[in-house]
């Protein structure tokens, strides 16, 4: 008996924690036509209106059958895009997946810091004045799919578009968040820490309402061709640095941006400790400081790395410069 009342209470636990509040609440109730689909014979081969779909979707999704509809709206992606994709190679080395997770890390930031810089100029401007790119906020929305932040109805309705539309919909909810919210932070975020407790702290825990003009804006917006060609562009600045740098330039270049990205790290992990201890005890408070006195030491690291980092994309803009008067011109964005 107290076994079956442990594995009740454990269960009650579970669904508690993977409750959450609807952001797009369907107003009209669309279970009958997702359940015709559900049910439709060979569905995995049969392509429903794309319009239909996007349609239905806007209007929300029943809960009760979000699991099911994930897999066919997964299945109707496979069938709209049918291009030869390359097949997952197996048996690869756990230290190479590390690696091309890294490089397809670094093919998005870029590709956000270029969709911030083009749709919303003043606010890139903003943030780059202050020191501030997209690995710094955007790394845990895209490894995560902003589950570690954000409420989970949000996340749900996130997964929604991702199984319609793909990857995508992570760049569109990234450049929704900080198009719609870029006045306050312009007006109430002058300082590196600010901005960094309002993506981290304040912009997770937005209204619903909020959060569903956040969606509506996402479905309504197209940017595969722009994040095509950044892609693109990414790939010919790497081979231009790679063909420019001597190799050991272009190996000290990636090891003081991983250096500088995890002193960042380390900096931003010290100020949310700083910020939580709560003392009046000006001995106690010394003493808790004491074994973090080398973050001064650190600071100037960071800063001193940073020059150097600067330096070297420098001379990757000049070089790449004196490539263009010869291979013709290419919109090359060197400072990302």
């Known amino acids: 008996m107290e076994q079956q009342s442990h594995k009740r209470n454990s269960l009650h636990s579970r669904r508690v924690n993977l409750d959450y509040e609807e952001v797009t609440p369907y107003l009209l109730d669309m279970s009958p036509n997702w359940q015709k689909m559900l049910n439709t014979p060979n569905r995995e081969n049969v392509g429903f209106p794309t319009d239909f779909l996007q349609s239905i979707i806007h209007r929300g999704v029943p809960r009760q059958l979000r699991g099911g509809i994930w897999q066919l709206l997964m299945e109707q992606h496979r069938l709209r895009n049918t291009r030869a994709t390359r097949k997952p190679t197996s048996n690869v080395p756990y230290n190479d997946l590390l690696k091309q997770l890294t490089s397809q890390q670094h093919v998005q930031m870029y590709q956000l810091s270029r969709l911030l810089h083009d749709q919303h100029r003043d606010l890139h401007d903003h943030l780059e004045a202050l020191d501030i790119g997209p690995s710094l906020y955007a790394a845990p929305w895209f490894l995560t799919l902003f589950s570690s932040q954000f409420p989970l109805g949000f996340v749900a309705r ?25 006045n306050l932070i312009m007006r109430t975020c002058n300082s590196f820490e600010t901005v960094v407790d309002f993506l981290k702290s304040t912009l997770p825990k937005l209204s619903i309402v909020q959060l569903e003009k956040t969606i509506n804006q996402v479905i309504d917006m197209d940017l595969s061709k722009q994040l095509h060609a950044y892609e693109v562009e990414y790939h010919v600045l790497q081979d231009v640095a790679e063909e420019t740098l001597p190799a050991a330039e272009s190996d000290r270049l990636l ?64 070089a790449h410069q004196e490539n263009l008067h010869l291979n013709g011109p290419f919109h090359a964005w060197p400072g990302s």
């Open 255 to 318: 090891a003081l941006e991983r250096t500088t990205t995890h002193l960042r790290q380390q900096n931003l992990d010290l100020l949310e400790e700083l910020q939580v201890y709560n003392s009046d005890d000006e001995a106690n408070l010394i003493d808790y400081l004491s074994p973090y006195k080398y973050l001064f030491a650190v600071e100037l690291e960071r800063l001193a790395l940073l020059n150097t980092v600067q330096d070297l994309r420098n001379k990757l803009a000049t």
């Open 158 to 182: 996130i997964f929604d578009l991702i199984f319609f539309k793909g990857p995508e919909v992570v760049f569109k909810v990234a450049l929704s968040l900080l198009g719609i919210h870029k």
